[in-house]
């Protein structure tokens, strides 16, 4: 008798591939999600201090901090790493206070704050 030898993988060696990548990507995902997280959180924490920066220089130029962000401030406008993850405000008290609050994707996230002495809150989140 003339048998073929039959090409191709059997159904349980497919289920067998598909079960193993499924336990790779449930242990990768939120690894990936947390740098990902970071990674927004560093951006915003760059654009933070970009602020604090311009407002040193402002500060030089008209002897006083400015509450604006945008035109007729600091002539900043939020990046896009920064823009759809966080709401940046910036306050005038006690020198200046800059926020940046978590939203859309980031939601959960601990709200950071930079302030004219240098201080970050919260500490943990600024390392």
Known sequence: MNHKRQQGFSLIELMAVVVVLAILA???????????????????????????NRQEQYMLDARSYTTTLGSGGLNLTDPEAVDPY??????????????????????????????ALGEKTPADQWK
Do not use: C, E, F
């Open 26 to 52: 449930s242990v990768a995902y939120p690894s990936y999600q947390d740098h990902v997280r970071k990674a927004r959180r560093s951006a915003v924490q760059q654009y933070m201090l970009d602020i604090a």
């Open 86 to 115: 966080y709401d940046v405000t910036l306050s005038n008290t006690d020198g200046y206070t800059i926020t940046a609050t978590a939203k859309g994707a980031q939601a959960g996230q601990p709200t950071l704050t930079l302030n």
